[in-house]
């Protein structure tokens, strides 16, 4: 079964990190990029980083530069989501999906998300 698991949420300070993790099984990171998007209330769901380690491009969204960053373990077949720096409006529920063949490709499989909520 082919599928994608995003663990590492919840609740964070302004200012404050987080890791998220997507776990892959069923296919391995070669054949597919992995991209994390986001949906908060009342808003469309949106593109926030991926990686693709078949050709080595990455993405990124404006709004997340020099705070976000994305980066794969093959070994582990897990792509994971750092995120510094993190403020209020970053809060949303954060979704790892497969992406194929590469980075603004096919939407294949979206894991069921993981809530971050940013508040003090």
């Known amino acids: 079964q082919l599928q994608v698991v995003e663990s590492g949420g919840g609740l964070v300070q302004p200012g404050g990190s987080l890791r998220l993790s997507c776990a892959a099984s069923g296919f391995t990171l070669d054949y597919y990029a992995i991209g994390w998007f986001r949906q908060a209330p009342g808003k469309e769901r949106e593109g926030v980083l991926c990686?693709?380690?078949?050709?080595?491009?990455?993405y990124y969204m404006d709004s997340v530069k020099g705070r976000f960053s994305i980066s794969a373990d093959n070994a582990r077949n897990t792509v994971y989501l750092q995120m510094n720096s993190l403020k209020p409006e970053d809060t949303a529920e954060y979704f790892c999906?497969?992406?194929?063949?590469?980075?603004?490709?096919?939407?294949?499989?979206w894991g069921l998300g993981t809530q971050v909520t940013v508040s003090s």
């Open positions: 990686i693709s380690s078949n050709d080595g491009s990455t």
């Open positions: 999906v497969a992406v194929s063949p590469v980075c603004g490709g096919v939407t294949d499989y």
